[in-house]
């Protein structure tokens, strides 16, 4: 959407042109320092991982709140909405939340970085601070990839622009890019151990980003400070690259237990959700074998177009944002398609055994909207559903009806306080505070 946010690039014909080379340098340079290794990972502390998942064009609340749910209570004996029909029999492990806002994020159209940074967001404003994924992706035990992020959209975009950056950003001014096409991220994480054509255009990756990283290097010398400056990040970001791949060389028989098989869904997709399902595959290899703890999965990237086609949706862009979501049979197709991914994010983490207990126990994974409840929006509603405990911070099986004079940010800084960091509040100053907030510290609601 917007060329100032965008890298494109082409992995499979190994041409860079000179000005996406700066865009792609700079990507890497904001995702933050990629971290030593899985084994000194568990040394830190307990394993906790967060997942966000952020569906655009609204989340209206009565397509999640059971039908008659006026106040606080136990989902037990609660009926779930048709649209969210696949959470029915994890019921125990869901808290829908509603009641929150983010009318201090301009969340009109998409409230982008502001969606997780609980700052003013707003298209083509650039992010004011950190958002919470990568604030928790420097609190949580060390990975090798601390944050990732991918993005689902129509098959025409994520082949024309395969990283955007819209909803995180590492600081302010410093935009971190998702991924959108699983063959170049499928290379750029498991290349490494892989045969064939996929392992030979990995290699000439690296071989051309070690030379790239070589040649920036030797030219920024003579700039003058401000540029050099600027430079000297792009080429840090080479080198963050080049050091993430070493790193996966050395876990390279680890990681083999965890890549997803090629299939033909990669290079010919039918629908986009062919290539929607495999980067969910990916991020859900990236949490089982420990390359990061923190996904996040922008389905519509955080803007306001995005297509379903292959669920049976054939209106696409736009347009999906100006219709009224409950009982319509397209938005409970998109939203049933986003159950379903929810359910096998908890069933493959639920397959790996962590400590007493499963991965899944130590997660919370955060479905929300960065368009709040619906296109055109005040933002003075922002429903959330949480899955999972997260090693028992939070409570689970309820439905909490908030009385709407609390930000997203409490939400946020209710994750912090759940993964060991005493904080009040979350990028939000007091004299915000004071116009935005009807209290202080984390929701007591939510917390066990």
């Known amino acids: 959407m917007r060329s100032n946010s965008t890298i494109i690039y082409d992995m499979d014909e190994n041409m860079l042109n000179r000005r996406n080379v700066l865009k792609g340098l700079a990507a890497a340079a904001v995702a933050g320092p990629m971290l030593p290794s899985v084994a000194q ?15 655009n064009q609204g989340f209206d609340p009565l397509t999640a709140i059971p039908a008659g749910m006026k106040s606080s209570g136990s989902l037990a004996k609660a009926k779930l909405p048709e649209p969210i029909q696949a959470l029915e029999p994890y019921k125990e492990r869901l808290h829908i939340i509603n009641g929150l806002h983010g009318v201090h994020t301009s969340p009109s159209h998409s409230a982008f970085f502001g969606a997780l940074g609980g700052y003013r967001g707003s298209d083509g404003v650039p992010p004011s601070g950190p958002t919470i994924d990568y604030t928790l992706s420097k609190v949580l035990p060390e990975t090798l990839l ?39 991220l499928y290379q750029m994480l498991f290349g490494g151990i892989s045969a064939g054509a996929i392992r030979q255009r990995h290699e000439a990756q690296s071989s051309m980003f070690d030379r790239i990283e070589q040649l920036a290097a030797a030219k920024g010398g003579a700039l003058p400070g401000a540029d050099k400056q600027r430079y000297g990040q792009y080429v840090r970001g080479f080198g963050d690259i080049n050091g993430l791949r070493e790193r996966l060389g050395k876990v ?73 979501q409950p009982n319509n049979p397209i938005w409970i197709k998109i939203r049933q398609y986003n159950s379903r991914m929810l359910v096998k994010l908890m069933q493959e983490l639920e397959s790996v ?80 505070a004071a116009k935005f907030d009807s209290s202080t510290g984390p929701l007591k609601e939510i917390l066990v």
Request: glycine share 12%; proline share 5%; aromatic share 8%.
């Open 146 to 184: 601390p944050h990732l992020c991918i993005g689902m959209d129509s098959l025409e975009n994520m082949k024309a622009k395969p990283t955007v950056a819209n909803l995180s950003a590492s600081g302010a001014g410093q935009p971190i890019f998702m991924h959108s096409n699983p063959n170049h």
């Open 252 to 324: 390279s028989s680890h990681l083999r237990r965890f890549a997803p098989d090629v299939d033909g869904g990669y290079a010919n997709p039918e629908f986009e959700t062919d290539w929607h399902d495999r980067l969910l595959d990916l991020g859900i290899a990236a949490l089982k074998s420990g390359i990061t703890s923190v996904l996040t999965i922008g389905s519509g990237r955080g803007e306001i177009f995005g297509s379903w086609k292959g669920v049976g949706v054939e209106q696409q862009g736009h347009n999906l944002g100006h219709m009224k």
């Open 353 to 432: 055994p962590e400590g007493s207990g499963t991965m899944m126990d130590n997660t919370l994974i955060v479905y929300t909207s960065n368009n709040a409840d619906y296109q055109h929006t005040s933002g003075k509603t922002w429903p959330v559903m949480l899955l999972g405990n997260y090693d028992g911070a939070f409570k689970t099986g309820r439905f909490t009806q908030l009385d709407g004079k609390r930000p997203i940010n409490a939400l946020y800084t209710s994750i912090l306080r759940a993964s060991g960091v005493e904080v009040d509040r979350y990028n939000m100053s007091e004299k915000m």
């Open 41 to 55: 990972a568990a040394k830190k502390g307990s394993p906790k991982r967060v997942i966000f998942f952020m569906q």
